[in-house]
Antibody
Framework: EVQLVESGGGLVQPGGSLRLSCAASGFIFSDHYMDWVRQAPGKGLEWVGRSRNKANSYTTEYAASVKGRFTISRDDSKNSLYMQMNSLKIEDTAVYYC???????????????WGQGALVTVSS | DIQLTQSPSFLSASVGDRVTITCRASQGISNYLGWYQQKPGRAPNLLIYAASTLQTGVPSRFSGSGSGTEFILTISSLQPEDFATYYCQQLNSYPITFGQGTRLEIK
């Protein structure tokens, strides 16, 4: 059974930093791309970024809203995905979901497994 | 960036109704579109991928159609558990984007 468990959320002041973790189990983590998606309170879904697998050199993609401030990394030996969030802004307040996009059609990867989410609140 | 516009944003319907939700893309995305259902306090759930393929375990009353710039999610006969918010998502190009959501409520 696939499990994705986020941790590391909390309250942080504007300009501060936070590191989210996602512990994965139930699948071969090193084979897969992983994504982060966020949802501000009462708002819609926003894709944040992607980590490709080792076969694709662990390259990353980011939404423009976080590029240069957020860094996605992974440790395949620990089956874990991370997101270092720096220079946090009030508008980064959201629930952050770790996502396994394992429904693969061609090169497109649909988001079929989601964690329960971690709340990040940026406030003074 | 590819913008996805869902209509309507809010929909009120009754159990047993047939409902459709439209998702329009700002440029052609072939069939690289997914549909997700989200209930309050829960993570989204993949319903449809590649515009029209039903995800494993999703009831057959859900269906998807479309290609290019216009896509439709249809629920053939609403059940009480279908009242939720629905999102479309494009995977044609980065950044991956979602529609703004359609909230489906009980009339």
């Amino acid at each position: 059974e696939v499990q994705l468990v986020e941790s590391g959320g909390g309250l942080v002041q504007p300009g501060g930093s936070l590191r989210l973790s996602c512990a994965a189990s139930g699948f071969i983590f090193s084979d897969h791309y992983m994504d982060w998606v966020r949802q501000a309170p009462g708002k819609g879904l926003e894709w944040v970024g992607r980590s490709r697998n080792k076969a694709n050199s662990y390259t990353t993609e980011y939404a423009a809203s976080v590029k240069g401030r957020f860094t996605i990394s992974r440790d395949d030996s620990k089956n874990s995905l991370y997101m270092q969030m720096n220079s946090l802004k009030i508008e980064d307040t959201a629930v952050y979901y770790c996502v396994l996009p394992s429904r693969i059609i061609g090169i497109r990867r649909y988001f079929d497994f989601w964690g329960q989410g971690a709340l990040v609140t940026v406030s003074s | 960036d590819i913008q996805l516009t869902q209509s309507p944003s809010f929909l009120s319907a009754s159990v047993g109704d047939r409902v459709t939700i439209t998702c329009r893309a700002s440029q052609g995305i072939s069939n690289y579109l997914g549909w997700y259902q989200q209930k309050p306090g829960r993570a989204p759930n993949l319903l449809i991928y590649a515009a029209s393929t039903l995800q494993t375990g999703v009831p057959s009353r859900f269906s998807g159609s479309g290609s290019g710039t216009e896509f439709i999610l249809t629920i053939s006969s609403l059940q009480p558990e279908d009242f939720a918010t629905y999102y479309c998502q494009q995977l044609n190009s980065y950044p991956i984007t979602f529609g703004q959501g359609t909230r489906l409520e009980i009339k």
